[in-house]
């Protein structure tokens, strides 16, 4: 059974940076894609950042780039979200899942999410 727990969320004031984690077991990590997606109060959850199986290709949607790092640890079945400038916006509930690399679509079930809050 595939478990993501997601962390290293909290309050922070705009401008600022938090650095999420989230460590998979149940699944062949060094094999899976994977990504990083947000819900907002109200709003569908939406794709952030994705990472391919070794860490060589990256991917991350318009509203995040040049602020946002996505990076993987294989060998700590770990993917982190490095994130910087933060925006009022940017306040969500963060989850990471595996994904399917062509689409960014998530595969599988989903962890209880870090939430991200940041202030003005």
């Known amino acids: 059974q595939v478990q993501l727990v997601e962390s290293g ?3 922070v004031q705009a401008g600022g940076s938090l ?3 989230c460590v998979a077991s149940g699944l062949t990590f060094s094999s899976r894609a994977l990504g990083w997606f947000r ?4 709003k ?3 794709a952030v950042a994705a ?3 070794i860490g060589t290709l990256t991917y991350y ?14 060998a700590k079945n770990t993917v982190y979200l490095q994130m910087s400038s933060l925006k009022v916006e940017d306040t969500a509930v963060y989850y990471c899942a595996g994904i399917f690399w062509s689409t960014k679509a998530p595969i599988g079930s989903w ?3 870090t939430q991200v809050t940041v202030s003005s």
């Open 9 to 11: 969320g909290g309050l």
């Open 19 to 21: 650095r999420l984690s």
């Open 39 to 42: 819900q907002a109060p109200g």
């Open 44 to 46: 569908e959850r939406e």
């Open 51 to 53: 990472i391919n199986s």
């Open 61 to 74: 949607v318009d509203f995040v780039k040049g602020r946002f790092t996505i990076s993987r640890d294989n």
């Open 111 to 113: 962890g209880q999410g």
